[in-house]
Antibody
């Protein structure tokens, strides 16, 4: 059974940093692209970033490019999102998702999400 | 960026009735379209991909159609567990983009 468990969310001041983690299990982690998708309170879904199975390829939404970094550790079966220079508008539930073998597709499985609140 | 527009924003349907949800892309996405269902306080769940392929375990009352710029998700006979918000998503081009959602509520 595929399981994705996010952690690392919390309250942070504007301009601050936070690192989200996602522990993956139930599949061969290195074979699949992974992504982060976020949802601001009461609103719709926004793709944030994707990383290929090997980790060599990454993509970012313009809204986070240059501030967020996606990475993965195959020895830990974990996905990460380093978020720097956080803004109020980054406040959202962040979901870890599993894609198909190649990146840039649809989100086959979702974690339960972790809430990031950016506020002074 | 490909803009995805869903209509209507809210759909009021009685249990047992048919629900038809629409999703329009600002440019062709071929059949690179997925649908998701989200219930209150839960993560989204993949329903459909390739515009018309049901995800594993999805009941046959759900069907998807369309290609290019116009897509439809149909629920043939609404069950109580189907009342939720539905999102479409294109994966034809970067950035990956979602529609704004259609809330299916009990009439």
């Amino acid at each position: 059974e595929v399981q994705l468990a996010e952690s690392g969310g919390g309250l942070v001041q504007p301009g601050g940093s936070l690192r989200l983690s996602c522990a993956a299990s139930g599949f061969t982690f290195s074979n699949y692209a992974m992504s982060w998708v976020r949802q601001s309170p009461g609103t719709g879904l926004e793709w944030v970033s994707s990383i290929s199975g090997s980790g060599a390829g990454t993509n970012y939404a313009d809204s986070v490019k240059g501030r967020f970094t996606i990475s993965r550790d195959h020895s830990e079966n974990s996905l990460y999102l380093q978020m720097n220079r956080l803004r109020v508008e980054d406040t959202a539930v962040y979901y870890c998702t599993k894609e198909l073998a190649m990146t840039g597709t649809y989100f086959e499985y979702w974690g339960q999400g972790t809430l990031v609140t950016v506020s002074s | 960026e490909i803009l995805m527009t869903q209509s209507p924003a809210t759909l009021s349907v009685s249990p047992g009735e048919r629900a038809t949800l629409s999703c329009r892309a600002s440019q062709s996405v071929s059949s690179n379209l997925a649908w998701y269902q989200q219930k209150g306080g839960q993560a989204p769940r993949l329903l459909m991909y390739g515009a018309s392929t049901r995800a594993t375990g999805l009941p046959a009352r759900f069907s998807g159609s369309g290609s290019g710029t116009e897509f439809t998700l149909t629920i043939s006979s609404l069950q109580s567990e189907d009342f939720a918000v539905y999102y479409c998503q294109q994966y034809h081009n970067w950035p990956l983009t979602f529609g704004g959602g259609t809330k299916v509520e009990i009439k």
